[in-house]
Every structure is written in C-alpha cells, then in structure tokens.
C-alpha cells in the first residue's frame, strides 16, 4: 500500500520569507499524481498544485512550485513570497496504481505566516 | 460555476440516532469521492463512484455505514445507528476523470453525543 509522510507537523515563517514543505512517499507504481491541498481555519480543501509522475518538469502555480525528485521519491512544495493567507494546513496527496483513484494524504503540515 | 455542495455543514445528534449527509457534485463530474477527517486518522476514502456505480467501499468502517449514488447530481452517505467515535469531518469531493483533480466540498462537521 502506498503511504505518505509529511515530517514537519508544524512550521512558522515570516511573511514574505520563502517556506519549504517536505513530503515523501513510498509506492511501486511507475505511473501516478502528486497533490498539494492546502486546508485554511475555514476546513475548505483547496487545490494548490498537481504533478503527474511521467513530467520530469516541476509544477508551479504562481508562488507555489515543487521540487519533484521520482528517484527519491520526494515532493516537496515552496512557496515564494509568503502571505498571511497563506497560514494553512497542507496535505501531501498521493494517487496511483491500477485504476486506482483514491487520494491518499500524509498527516499534514500546519504552516503559520507571521507578520 | 458552483463547487461541490454539502449539507449540512453541522450535524449534531446523538448515540443511536440515524445521520445523512448529502453531496450535489460539480456539474459534468463522473466520480464521486467521501472522505473522512480525524484528528487520530487523518484524511481517508471512505467510498467512491464513477458513474453513479460504487467502485471502492474498502474505507467504510462497518455495516453501519452505507453510501448510495441514486444519480449523476446527487450522493448520500448514511449512519445508522450512529456512535460517538462517528465525530469527525466527513468531506464530498467530485472529479472529472478518473485520474483527474479532485474538488472538495466545504465538509460536514458531525458531532455524536
């Protein structure tokens, strides 16, 4: 079964100041999709960023980029330029396998950008 | 365009009683995903569907629990008879494809006395 780990439970940053958030994974599969969700006070799950497995190009979404080592297996998100908004839960996802669609989560990181 | 819509957002009952919750996926979405959030387990699948048929119930915890796709617009998750350690935030997420982008609704914070 795949799992996800997320070692950082919580971290804290100055707004502006750039943040590294660790992820990794551990899977057979050669084919699958990585996920950042970010999760505000307000408990709404929001799409940050997806990579597909096969792109050797990492993801980015405006301030949001991954760096995605397959060997490794590692997937980690950087956010540029941090904003107050930006203070979050963030969950690793991971989804692959055959004809496997479920998302399965690491136990999130709680980031908090501080003014 | 709407999100995926939740009802209730609070659910507050008792030991014993039945509980429903009801998801309207994002128009035009095949797959149909509930997930449950705890603090001890953190996010899980409970079921999911595509079109409208129940792929993957390997995540509903017990008998207690089922799940019904009656249509495209329309989903219910249901506990009967409901027990305290039911609490949690229970989330509807709805995609396009089957490996596509999951959207999450708002959730369903229920609460078992």
């Known amino acids: 079964a795949q799992t996800v780990t997320q070692s950082q439970p919580e971290m804290s940053v100055q707004e502006a100041e750039t943040v590294t958030l660790s992820c990794t994974y551990d899977?057979?599969?050669?084919?699958?999709?990585l996920f950042w969700y970010k999760q505000p006070p307000s408990r709404q799950m929001i799409l940050v960023i997806r990579?597909?497995?096969?792109?050797?190009q990492n993801a980015t979404e405006n301030r949001f980029s991954v760096n995605f080592q397959k060997a490794a297996k590692s997937f980690s998100l950087k956010i540029s330029d941090s904003q107050l908004g930006d203070t979050a839960m963030y969950f690793c996802?991971?989804?692959?396998?055959?004809?496997?669609?479920?998302?399965?989560f690491g136990q999130g990181t709680r980031l908090t950008i501080n003014p | 365009d709407a999100g995926v819509i939740q009802s209730p957002r609070h659910e507050v009952t008792e030991m014993g009683q039945e509980v429903t919750l009801r998801c309207k996926p994002i128009?035009?979405?095949?797959?149909l995903f509930w997930y449950r959030q705890t603090m001890m387990r953190g996010l899980e699948l409970l079921i999911y569907?595509?079109?409208?048929?129940?792929?993957?119930d390997s995540g509903m915890p017990e008998d207690r629990f089922s799940a019904k796709m009656p249509n495209a617009s329309f989903s219910t998750l249901k506990i009967q008879p409901s027990e305290p350690r039911d609490s949690a935030v229970y989330f509807c997420?709805?995609?396009?494809?089957?490996?596509?982008?999951?959207?999450f609704g708002p959730g369903t914070r229920l609460t078992v006395l």
């Open positions: 899977t057979s599969e050669s084919n699958y999709y």
């Open positions: 569907f595509n079109n409208n048929v129940p792929i993957d």
């Open positions: 996802a991971f989804m692959g396998g055959q004809g496997a669609q479920k998302l399965v």
């Open positions: 997420a709805s995609s396009l494809a089957r490996r596509g982008t999951q959207y």
């Open positions: 990579q597909e497995a096969y792109k050797q």
């Open positions: 128009s035009g979405h095949n797959s």
